[in-house]
T-cell receptor, first 113, second 113 residues
Framework: AQSVSQHNHHVILSEAASLELGCNYS??????LFWYVQYPGQHLQLLLK??????LVKGIKGFEAEFIKSKFSFNLRKPSVQWSDTAEYFC???????????FGQGTRLTINP | NAGVTQTPKFQVLKTGQSMTLQCAQD?????MSWYRQDPGMGLRLIHY???????DQGEVPNGYNVSRSTTEDFPLRLLSAAPSQTSVYFC????????????FGEGSRLTVL
């Protein structure tokens, strides 16, 4: 079965630190990739997405992610985090034709001021 | 523009009771889905629909029923609630199943005693 793995369950950083959250998926065919964010008490919203083209995609709030097909990875990065980035981050994979978005377990990010 | 609206936001049930979580969207999206969110497990797909009159099972459909009589509405029914169904439920919609960009409701927190 297709799966999405997020290696870090809880990440704690100080403001201005750099961030990288890992995401790997297990599927050999064509996929579309997403990162969603859930701020405390809110619903999920799209952070960024990759469909095709440049494997380095930029999203909102200074986030970016790189698709490395050979590693089945789509890691999320931000050069300098802020306290307001405290949230839970979910990686998701859409398998073309499957009509279903599969989510990872989520990574809780805590930024200390 | 309301987007995706879920009701109720909170509900406490006793084991064996039934209830319906309502979901409505006003974006004329064909694709709607229900997820449950549990700590450490991310979001898991319960049921989805690719259009009025068409529904299908996701990863964890047992104990839940859905119907899609209109484009706008996609209710989720718990026929006989169990403590294992204690969770936060999210309804989502998008333009089509292969876009992957979901619009989420604010969630419904259900506790089954």
């Amino acid at each position: 079965a297709q799966s999405v793995s997020q290696h870090n369950h809880h990440v704690i950083l100080s403001e201005a630190a750099s961030l990288e959250l890992g995401c790997n998926y297990s599927y050999g065919g064509t996929v579309n990739l997403f990162w969603y964010v859930q701020y405390p008490g809110q619903h999920l919203q799209l952070l960024l997405k990759y469909f095709s083209g440049d494997p380095l995609v930029k999203g909102i709030k200074g986030f970016e992610a790189e698709f490395i097909k050979s590693k089945f990875s789509f890691n999320l990065r931000k050069p300098s985090v802020q306290w307001s980035d405290t949230a839970e981050y979910f990686c998701a994979v859409l398998i073309q034709g499957a009509q279903k978005l599969v989510f990872g377990q989520g990574t809780r990010l805590t930024i200390n001021p | 523009n309301a987007g995706v609206t879920q009701t109720p936001k909170f509900q406490v049930l006793k084991t064996g009771q039934s209830m319906t979580l309502q979901c409505a969207q006003d974006m004329n999206h064909e694709y709607m889905s229900w997820y449950r969110q549990d700590p450490g497990m991310g979001l898991r797909l319960i049921h989805y629909s690719v259009g009025a009159g068409i529904t299908d099972q996701g990863e964890v459909p047992n104990g839940y029923n859905v119907s899609r009589s209109t484009t706008e509405d996609f209710p989720l029914r718990l026929l006989s609630a169990a403590p294992s169904q204690t969770s936060v439920y999210f309804c989502a919609s998008n333009v089509g199943p292969n876009t992957g960009e979901l619009f989420f409701g604010e969630g419904s927190r259900l506790t089954v005693l």
